[in-house]
């Protein structure tokens, strides 16, 4: 941006300087030819400008996308407050916290591997084996209890 900000400085410059040439030109060849050449340099200074003007743009593109992944993160934060990584007794890591639900205080587990992608996606049980949850965002299946106790 700086580099196209330069030139357009440059050019600008030298046209104010073939704009001062033609008004001290002497003939009318002189007049013509000065004339041409503030023509080009002021087509370079029209280019530079719709240059930098694109480099703008661009640059406010990637200020919206990162203040996006900014707003993912904060929100991802503000989700994910309160849980802890635990070790249940089946030796499996997830990360949970306590909440209270239908006045119950109850154990909600988050998928370790949507975790670490900052997804919240809370176990849900595998029909039928208590012991066994599965996370519906990725698919894969985590033993919650052991199945001795389980049984």
């Known amino acids: 941006m700086i580099t196209e900000f330069s030139a357009a400085m440059v050019a600008l410059k030298e046209t104010i300087?073939?704009?001062k040439t033609i008004s001290e030109a002497?003939?009318?060849a002189d007049v013509k030819a000065t004339t041409f050449e503030l023509q080009g340099k002021?087509?370079?200074l029209q280019s530079d400008c719709l240059g930098l003007g694109d480099v703008i743009q661009s640059q406010k593109e990637q200020i919206a996308h990162l203040k996006a992944k900014v707003a993912e993160f904060k929100n991802f934060a503000r989700e994910a407050e309160g849980y802890i990584l635990n070790h249940l007794e089946s030796g499996t890591f997830v990360y949970s916290k306590k909440q209270i639900v239908n006045e119950t205080e109850v154990s909600i587990h988050l998928c370790p591997h949507c975790f670490t992608k900052?997804?919240?996606s809370i176990l849900q049980p595998v029909e039928q084996i208590?012991?066994?949850s599965h996370c519906p965002s990725c698919k894969n299946h985590y033993q919650i209890k052991n199945r001795e106790i389980g049984l």
């Open 26 to 28: 002497k003939t009318d």
């Open 118 to 120: 900052k997804i919240i």
């Open 42 to 44: 002021l087509f370079n």
């Open 17 to 19: 300087s073939l704009a």
């Open 130 to 132: 208590y012991f066994m």
